[in-house]
């Protein structure tokens, strides 16, 4: 059966938001949300459409959508590792948006978000600005040299 216009409409707009969620973004970008809640209104309407598509694959975009609403709220916790175990509570889609991808975006997402949110917690607790400066008061090894 073939796609309708909506459901193709929905695809676009999700793999646009796997990539925008995929990419370091600035605190105050507003993109994203937006697109997020348009991506509900699209579902929605989906659903009630009269040529949807199979329940699983409703289910599969009400995943991801679901997932990008989660790791949108988690980005707006205080503490990293509030953050981190939000996201750890986080179920990617199991199925590639496209034809192109093979591994689906939002497992890729969600493994991103986790290293960033670890490394920020590793931040704060070493009391570093980032994870790949050396701690304050902590030395570096200097290599031996041997002739």
Not at 15 to 35: G, Q
Request: positive net charge; proline residues 5%.
């Amino acid at each position: 059966m073939a796609a309708s216009r909506l459901e193709l409409n929905l695809v676009r707009l999700l793999c646009r938001c796997e990539a925008m969620a995929a990419e370091k973004r600035d605190p105050d970008e507003w993109r994203l949300e937006k697109y997020v809640g348009a991506l509900e209104d699209m579902l929605q309407a989906l659903k009630a459409h009269a040529s949807k598509p199979a329940s699983e694959v409703i289910n599969e975009y009400s995943r991801k959508v679901d997932f990008l609403k989660g790791m949108l709220r988690a980005e707006k916790l205080t503490s990293s590792s509030e953050k981190a175990l939000a996201n750890q509570l986080l179920a990617p889609g199991r199925v590639p948006t496209t034809a192109r991808e093979r591994v689906p975006a939002t497992r890729t997402v969600h493994l991103q978000s986790r290293a960033r949110y670890t490394g920020e917690m590793r931040g704060e607790l070493l009391g570093t600005d980032s994870a790949r400066e050396p701690a304050l008061g902590v030395r570096r090894r200097t290599p031996c040299r041997t002739r």
